[in-house]
């Protein structure tokens, strides 16, 4: 009996032997031809690739499709008779080179082309600066980590005031120099969501106050402004601002903003109103308040009509009309007449007409209807 269960015993171990040497040469089997599949399909992924030329050819789309460098600019030619800049200039032109990073993160330059057609000439000027030549330069970085915020840092435009610039010649509104901040090293960080539902956007500013140079000075402003989108066709603006102005022999200087912009469904009338409050404004020490109001009405679909009011405290009231045609995608003239009543000096006209021409890479026009250039229903992508 014994002898019987050994033999039993040794039958079964070697069939147990038997049975793991076939499943161990069939698990290599498997794996085998695991591996020439699998080197089957590394070898299909590469199959349209022919040699490395081709490869090099993709790599370089992937790359063009991340970044995009376009060359901007506008050429304003101004003819203006009365007036604070009586004569002709290119005041307002510029070019401008942007490099874009998968829409998150801008580098700009930008030019200011007047310092080189200074007195009408196409040439650099005796008392060129390069500081003055450089109107921005700045890197904007947007969407950090996911969050609806972006970061501005450089010689930029500092969150401030309403800023509308629909008249033809925009500057000869007395009350344009307060409305804005520009030329000036600083930081702007910009929020676009998360304010509780009470504003639609707010941005905040440090920045130096002396402006046109390339040189970090002194940071002693800070300016908040923040937006929010009454209805779809309201937009309300609020900002403040404080200058220090160590540059300057005027003190601490302070500016309230409260501006309203509105427009129809259509978009042919457009209304703004912009008031401010300032203390110690080194242009208009002994006023404290100014108002300036406006509407602009498409009159044909190649033409608009403005009027503009505005008033300064203590210094001057100023009524302006001007029209706009849009002659090709790219050119427009522009007329405006404006009197003002001056309170300590003497009243007068001025009439000014402006030829705006806008020229790139990127695709952008500036008229969307014109005289000559028909209409283009394309609108070129932004870094919003």
């Known amino acids: 009996m014994k002898k019987s269960l050994i033999a039993i015993s040794i039958l079964t171990l070697l069939g147990q032997t038997a049975f793991a040497q076939d499943a161990g040469q069939d698990k290599k089997k498997e794996k085998e031809k695991q591996e020439v599949v699998s080197d089957k399909e590394e070898t299909d992924d590469y199959a349209d690739i022919d040699d490395f030329s081709d490869l090099d050819d993709e790599l ?15 050429i304003n030619a101004n003819a203006i008779n009365g007036g604070a800049t009586d004569g002709a200039n290119f005041d307002e032109s510029y070019v401008s080179l942007s490099v874009v990073y998968k829409n998150k993160i801008r580098a700009v330059i930008t030019a200011k082309l007047e310092e080189i057609f200074k007195e009408n000439k196409i040439d650099l000027n005796d008392d060129f600066s390069l500081g003055e030549f450089i109107k921005e330069a700045y890197i904007e970085i947007r969407e950090i980590k996911g969050a609806p915020v972006a970061v501005i840092v450089g010689k930029q435009p500092i969150a401030f005031g309403q800023n509308v610039q629909a008249m033809p010649i925009f500057k000869n509104n007395p009350l344009s120099n307060l409305q804005e901040i520009d030329e000036v090293f600083g930081l702007t960080v910009e929020l676009t969501e998360g304010l509780f539902g009470l504003f639609d956007q707010a941005e905040v500013s440090v920045f130096e106050s002396k402006e046109g140079d390339l040189e970090i000075g002194k940071i002693d402003g800070v300016s908040i402004r923040l937006s929010k989108a009454l209805t779809d066709n309201w937009l309300l603006s609020l900002s403040h601002v404080e200058q220090g102005n160590s540059h300057l022999t005027t003190g601490k200087e302070r500016r309230t903003s409260v501006g309203l912009i509105g427009e129809t469904s259509d978009g042919a009338l457009v209304g703004w109103v912009e008031g401010m409050y300032f203390s110690n404004n080194p242009e208009y020490p002994n006023s404290s308040f100014g108002i300036t109001a406006g509407g602009m009405m498409r009159v044909h679909e190649t033409t608009d009509i403005i009027v503009e ?24 003239l522009g007329a405006e ?5 001056y309170v300590s000096r003497q009243d007068g006209f001025s009439v000014g007409l402006n030829l705006t021409y806008t020229f790139g890479t990127s695709g952008r026009v500036q008229n969307q209807t014109s005289i000559f250039g028909g209409t283009d229903e394309e609108e070129p992508d932004n870094l919003d």
Do not use: P
């Not at 009524?319 to 849009?326: E, F, K, Y």
């Not at 007449?337 to 009543?341: F, G, L, N």
């Open 337 to 341: 007449v404006r009197y003002s009543d």
């Open 60 to 74: 370089d789309e992937g790359l063009e499709s991340d970044f995009q460098i376009s060359v901007d600019g506008e």
């Open 309 to 332: 009011y505005t008033w300064i405290e203590k210094e001057v009231s100023q009524i302006g009309l001007g029209a706009r045609v849009a002659l090709t995608q790219n050119l427009s």
